[in-house]
């Protein structure tokens, strides 16, 4: 028995009234998305209410309706709604993660391990989105029913990206754009690879982030660096593995952080996958299960590890997994 699970896939169509449009949302994935919501509302304080009115007036109302036809789905202030959508922001969800890009036979592949508090739930709740217009997807998303923005997603357009956390020098930018709402922005009108990653590295940020994307030729992998208003590109030498974490390695010189455990273990899961990529050939392929033992080995994964997403751009496919043992036995009798 392997130690993950594949999640399902829950479709949204973009034709479909705003009003009706998350009415895909039912049953164990609503139930569990609302308890995801409530736990990520307990850990934000009453006061920061106000910060979703800051961040609706930020986006210039771009996401509101969406996010109002999502709160009323799952029975909530389109406040939470919001607030969940920018805890990244705030630096209350504990995004950490891993993740690699490869040249491949056929293509770049971006593998990673999302992890984020609470794991349990969110591992419970986690979904791929896909987002249709006409019945072709448009983007799809690694997610939970409860959020808008995204972490992983794949656009139609030939790329898809991962965001990982970062700390650095700089401050929070008050005016910057919220980073999960950007990606958001990016993954929907974005042309191809290289207007993904422009978008990616010229937008004012509140605060600082990693970004892998990758496209459909080998060539087409980058980590765009960003603090608030800074970016540098880190590209691979010729067609090794690209691998992030949670140091910047060129915009800032990468640090020790001891804050959170996913800062804590960065440069050790930094070098196990080098390690675990150090005879990969790129005239070959790599099988999603090879990937997915890499990404559940101790020395890469971690305690509030919820998500393992294989994306490959080429081929429009996304993958979810979660591990199993964040899985309630009514889980895995869906």
């Known amino acids: 028995m392997t130690p993950w699970v594949e999640r399902d896939t829950l479709e949204v169509d973009l034709d479909t009234p705003m009003a009706q449009r998350f009415d895909a949302f039912e049953g164990a994935p609503l139930a569990a998305g609302q308890k995801l919501l409530a736990a990520v509302m307990a850990e934000i304080p009453q006061q920061a209410m106000k910060v979703a009115t800051l961040a609706r007036w930020r986006t210039a109302n771009r996401f509101h309706k969406e996010v109002k036809a999502l709160a009323n789905r799952v029975g909530a202030d389109w406040r939470h709604v919001m607030l969940a959508n920018i805890s990244y922001d705030l630096m209350l969800a504990m995004i950490g993660c891993s993740t690699v890009a490869l040249a491949t036979k056929d293509g770049p ?23 249709k217009r006409k019945g072709q997807l448009e983007f799809a998303s690694a997610s939970w029913p409860g959020t808008i923005g995204v972490v992983t997603g794949l656009s139609s357009n030939g790329f898809a990206f991962a965001l990982n956390a970062v700390s650095g020098p700089d401050r929070p930018d008050r005016l910057g754009y919220p980073v999960l709402l950007h990606l958001r922005r990016v993954i929907e009108p974005a042309r191809d690879f290289d207007h993904a990653v422009d978008m990616l590295a010229h937008q004012r940020f509140t605060v600082g982030a990693l970004l892998t994307v990758v496209g459909t030729e080998n060539h087409q992998r980058v980590v765009v660096e960003r603090s608030a208003r800074k970016h540098a590109l880190r590209r691979p030498v010729g067609d090794e593995p690209l691998v992030t974490t949670n140091d910047y390695r060129k915009l800032y010189e990468a640090g020790t952080h001891t804050k959170h455990e996913f800062y804590e273990s960065t440069c050790g899961r930094y070098d196990a996958l080098c390690r675990f990529l150090a005879d990969h050939q790129s005239d070959q392929n790599v099988e999603d299960d090879a990937l997915l033992y890499m990404l559940s080995d101790e020395s890469v994964k971690q305690g509030i590890t919820a998500q393992h997403v294989i994306v490959r751009p080429r081929q429009q496919t996304m993958r979810l997994f979660v591990p199993r043992d964040l899985l309630d036995d009514a889980d895995l009798s869906e």
């Open 109 to 131: 592949v971006l593998a990673r391990n999302m992890d984020w508090f609470p794991e349990r739930l969110l591992a419970q709740g986690t979904y791929i989105l896909q987002f």
